[in-house]
């Protein structure tokens, strides 16, 4: 029965075996307790060093010898809350784990939706979509050239709704000009920070932009004379992928800033 008690309250076999001696037979050295619990010496010694951690034993000393006394059993009644709360918090972790996994398998069995927008107008179309959810963070890599077309329309529409959302947004411009390979700013009433990063090999006209499940690529064209070509992709596992990816880019240039 008492033994049964000290495994509930987190006690092992030979835990219980040695506190539940050292509770009937009182103070023992640990030649006695090796004898009486038919332990080796050496598992003896790790196991009221095991009993003392956890408030359960001290080190007395009596005619000399150096013995271990049982703590009061009301002391268990600690352990019993701290295994209370550890199954408590074991179990609420358990069930969140075991709700994103439902979801992102949820996620993963349906079909990624596509929608193909076509000029200026799909553009912005495929820019408010990747706001559809607030909070958290933005990617959005373009060239450098890219804001000048749209630059009206994001100042006065886009911008102003995703700090409204709560949306941080990061940015990184790649360019092929002759100066410092990385630089960064931050713009605190935009929620923006941008890294420019030197590069001869992104496409000229091309964007992809990453929030929650969207991911949003552009073609630009010249989206005056509606060439220009957005694909919005809805896929959570997708979109975190790349978002992965861009944030890794992120975090290795911003160490090269001094």
């Given at each position: 029965m008492l033994s049964d008690i000290l495994k509930a309250c987190g006690l092992n076999e030979s835990e219980s075996d040695v506190y539940e001696t050292l509770l009937l037979h009182g103070p023992s050295t640990p030649a006695e307790l090796s004898k009486k619990t038919s332990t080796s010496r050496e598992n003896t010694y790790r196991i009221l060093d095991l009993l003392a951690q956890k408030g359960l034993v001290i080190e007395i000393t009596d005619a000399n010898k150096l013995k271990y006394s049982a703590e009061n059993p009301n002391k268990l009644s600690?352990?019993?809350?701290?295994?209370?709360?550890?199954?408590?918090?074991?179990?609420?972790?358990?069930?969140?784990?075991?709700?994103?996994?439902?979801k992102e398998l949820e996620s993963s069995k349906k079909s990624p939706h596509v929608d193909f927008l076509q000029g200026e107008e799909g553009i912005k179309a495929a820019y408010m979509?990747?706001?559809?959810?607030?909070?958290?963070?933005?990617?959005?890599?373009?060239?450098?050239?890219?804001?000048?077309?749209?630059?009206?329309?994001?100042?006065?529409?886009?911008?102003?709704?995703?700090?409204?959302?709560?949306?941080?947004?990061?940015?990184?411009?790649?360019?092929?000009?002759?100066?410092?390979?990385?630089s960064f700013k931050s713009d605190k009433n935009e929620l923006k920070e941008t890294m420019s990063i030197k590069s001869d090999n992104f496409p000229q006209g091309s964007g992809i932009i990453v929030h929650d499940d969207k991911t949003v690529l552009i073609s630009k064209g010249q989206p005056n004379e509606g060439n220009s070509i957005s694909i919005v992709l809805n896929h959570k596992i997708i979109s975190g992928a790349i978002e992965t990816i861009l944030d890794t880019l992120w975090n290795l240039n911003k160490k090269k800033i001094k």
């Open positions: 600690i352990l019993l809350d701290k295994r209370a709360n550890e199954i408590k918090e074991a179990t609420k972790v358990a069930k969140e784990i075991s709700s994103k996994i439902e979509s990747s706001i559809s959810k607030g909070g958290g963070i933005q990617y959005e890599i373009l060239d450098k050239k890219w804001d000048k077309y749209f630059k009206k329309w994001l100042d006065k529409i886009f911008i102003p709704t995703r700090v409204k959302m709560r949306i941080q947004k990061r940015v990184i411009i790649l360019h092929n000009e002759d100066v410092e390979n990385v």
